[in-house]
């Protein structure tokens, strides 16, 4: 009512569209899809959990395999989330680091977590890095997957590929593995790897009622796709411990963006995985969780 209230008062009318964007940038809450591991609710007085975030494209089950790996290696509760506009999230126009921070934000309240080990790849580890020089009393530890916090490379490869998925035709499909090779054919015009089409396709679904969907917003992430790529400016500092595991094939933590990195995470650790590309975490799934088991039992402790 207060708001309202100024709103009716006001005879400025552009800053009243100046404080209704960013209200609605930054009260624009959906539902935030999740899955613990070891399944079931979290426990109190348990060592301190690990919160996982996918990248663009993605979801929560991608992770499915190493989140419990990491669970039973680590003999801690791990969390794995679905971005908005992602996976069995709810869809907003609207997605950027500031708003993925306050959903995460918003599920640690809602678990009663008070402090977590935040790990995100790609758009996820831009997220984390985010929360981190956000709420730095909230995170114990950080790992960042193959991402940095400047523009990431492939920005307009992105955009292409959530176009060629839109303009693929299938709503009058009703067989996914048709809609798959259907739209599989469209992304080789703009994709030519075979491993990345199969992931684009992962986000292909139908309902009991047998119609196909996209679960990914894609709408969303053509008109976001500037926010997606680029990082927020913040003044502030992570201090406590961090690793960075890059790809040795990726330019996605590219020597020009270390600097940037010392200055917002000064104890930063940054580590490469041989042969690896953009998908680290898949393409060197033992290596990967070794080097997350290490950092975790250096930083934590066994327990």
């Known amino acids: 009512m207060i708001f309202r209230r100024f709103i009716l008062r006001s005879q400025n009318i552009s800053q009243v569209q100046i404080i ?23 426990v109190k007085n348990q ?16 992770w499915r395999s ?17 971005a908005r506009n992602h996976g069995e999230s709810g869809h907003d126009p609207k997605i950027n680091y500031l708003l993925m921070r306050d959903d995460l934000l918003r599920m640690m309240d809602a678990m009663g977590v008070e402090k977590a080990i935040l790990l995100g790849h790609s758009m996820g580890g831009k997220t984390v890095m985010c929360f981190a020089l956000s709420k730095p009393e909230r995170v114990s530890s950080l790992i960042v997957v193959d991402t940095a916090p400047v523009i990431s490379p492939g920005g307009k490869m992105f955009k292409l590929y959530a176009e060629e998925m839109k303009n693929a035709d299938i709503s009058s499909i009703s067989s996914l593995t048709e809609a798959r090779n259907k739209v599989g054919n469209a992304l080789k015009a703009v994709v030519s790897d075979v491993g990345i089409q199969q992931f684009l396709l992962t986000n292909l679904t139908q309902s009991e009622n047998k119609t196909i969907a996209w679960r990914v917003n894609l709408d969303a992430i053509i008109d976001n796709v500037d926010d997606i790529c680029s990082f927020p400016e913040f003044a502030s500092t992570y201090d406590r411990k961090v690793l960075f595991i890059g790809g040795s094939d990726s330019e996605h933590i590219h020597e020009s963006a270390k600097p940037i990195i010392r200055k917002l995470f000064p104890t930063a650790a940054i580590e490469y995985i041989s042969n690896a590309g953009h998908w680290v975490h898949a393409d060197k799934p033992e290596e990967f969780l070794q080097k997350v088991k290490e950092f975790i039992h250096s930083t934590h402790g066994e327990s």
Request: glycine share 6%.
């Open 20 to 42: 209704w964007r960013n209200l609605s940038d930054y009260q624009r809450n959906v539902n935030i899809a999740y899955t613990i591991y070891p399944e079931g609710n979290l």
């Open 66 to 82: 190493l989140a419990k790996r990491i669970a039973l290696e680590t003999k801690r509760q791990v969390v794995t989330l679905d």
């Open 47 to 62: 060592p301190t959990p690990v919160f996982v975030l996918h990248g663009l494209f993605g979801s929560k089950s991608n």
